[in-house]
């Protein structure tokens, strides 16, 4: 880290005052985590939970502050959980009412970092992330599937891609456009009726993608925290594949209405399916149900139905693990065909099989988002 400059953004930020009691964000506390390396400036500001939408204002000029360091080449503020970053409760303690992710001070799976705190994004309604053990199961497909099926169904839906060395929205969308950057914030991309955003759509396909560990959680907090979202009923995170640290922060970081794990029938998915499965119970974040993708294979002539992998181990995963079976979806030709041409099924073809069973699944999960968060915001509303 830059100490000079570190030490410059802090006196920066010292001239930011908390417009409720007047005390200037460094005096007060609020001010966690700064970190500064080459230019790229990231902190937290420490704010009460419910105060989180009234202090919008503060952490924009908190990051207008920042970036106007000579020497600053870019600056990300996010606001995160009071508690969790002072004291929090102990070990233990039962998670808050409605709150939706880990309760601070329960999930010790990794030792949160401080200044670290569950990051609060207040717009939005529901984070739902999409997730697997094993790459190349199909994750990708299915969060962009179920976040076109539940845009369709009349809500304000943005999907996130959270691979930060593997993006592949950019290709499954059909667009390389590049967002724009408006008043400091920057706009996701909108395509099949989605807000999108992806480390895709900011670098060029060729950059290598050479992240270390807490970059790439730094990279997931500015596309979290500087994209223009506006209002969300839900924001659906394609999750990278494993179960490693960069998953285990995300899942304490983000706050996570829940998770759905997609798996294939075979046991070597289905083993990572389940260590997937144990890593969101770790951070008490909800898994939702269990996908079977490339469940059967439909003959694209014939249509004759065969089962190259066994078919139903994920069924049978899920019963064994106490989690709701979602559904299945064929291995279909089609399927990689129209995701690979930018045109995700149940967009390009809704009359289609995969296209209804994609919508089922989003609407149970929209009912059990829904349960989920009775009081907090009952924003599941057609307008
Ligand atoms: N049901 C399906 N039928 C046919 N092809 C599929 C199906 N689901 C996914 N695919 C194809 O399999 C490949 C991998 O899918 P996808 O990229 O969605 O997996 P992933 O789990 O996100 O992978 P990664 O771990 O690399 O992020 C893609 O080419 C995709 O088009
Ligand atoms: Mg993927």
Redesign the pocket.
């Known amino acids: 880290m830059s100490d000079t400059l570190a030490a410059t953004v802090r006196q920066a930020l010292a001239s930011v005052r908390d417009p409720a009691t007047g005390q200037d964000v460094v005096a007060n506390g609020m001010l966690q985590g700064l970190s500064a390396r080459d230019g790229l400036v990231q902190f937290a500001l420490a704010v009460p939970r419910e105060r989180a939408r009234a202090l919008e204002p503060l952490r924009a000029a908190a990051e207008k502050a920042a970036g106007s360091v000579p020497g600053v080449l870019s600056a990300t503020c996010v606001l995160t959980a009071h508690r969790d970053i002072q004291t929090g409760p102990a070990a233990g303690a039962p998670p808050a009412p409605h709150s939706h992710g880990p309760a601070p001070g329960t999930a010790r799976a990794t030792r949160p970092t401080p200044g670290q705190g569950q990051m609060l994004l207040p717009d939005i309604g529901a984070i739902l992330a999409v997730a697997?053990g094993k790459?190349?199961?199909?994750?990708?497909?299915?969060a962009v599937n179920l976040a076109v099926a539940m845009a369709a169904s009349g809500l304000a839906v943005g999907l996130l891609d959270a691979?930060i060395y593997?993006p592949?929205l950019p290709q499954m969308l059909g667009t390389s456009a590049r967002p724009r950057s408006a008043e400091g914030r920057i706009q996701p991309i909108e395509a099949w009726g989605l807000k999108a955003m992806s480390i895709g759509f900011l670098v060029e396909q060729e950059t290598p993608m050479i992240w270390r560990g807490p970059m790439v959680m730094g990279a997931l907090e500015q596309m979290l925290g500087q994209v223009d979202w506006g209002k969300l009923d839900v924001l659906v995170v394609?999750m990278?594949?494993g179960t490693g640290d960069a998953q285990l922060t995300m899942s304490q970081r983000v706050p996570l209405a829940g998770a759905v794990i997609?798996s294939t029938p075979q046991d070597v998915a289905l083993i990572d399916a389940r260590r997937g499965i144990r890593m969101f119970e770790k951070v008490q974040v909800p898994v939702l149900g269990l996908i079977e993708?490339?469940s059967f294979y439909c003959c694209p002539q014939c249509g004759h139905r065969s089962e190259p992998f066994g078919h139903g181990g994920a069924r049978a995963e899920a019963e064994r693990m106490g989690v709701e079976f979602l559904g299945e979806?064929?291995?279909?030709?089609e399927?990689?065909e129209l995701?690979?041409a930018g045109t995700p099924v149940v967009g390009a073809r809704p009359d289609s099989h995969e296209a209804a069973t994609y919508r089922q699944i989003a609407a149970r999960l929209r009912e059990k988002l829904g349960q989920r968060r009775p009081a907090a915001a009952p924003r599941f509303v057609v307008e």
Request: glycine fraction near 14%; proline fraction near 11%; charged fraction near 20%.
């Open positions: 697997s790459g190349g199961v199909g994750k990708s497909t299915t691979d593997g592949s394609d990278p594949p997609v993708n490339m979806l064929p291995l279909k030709l399927i990689r995701s690979d």
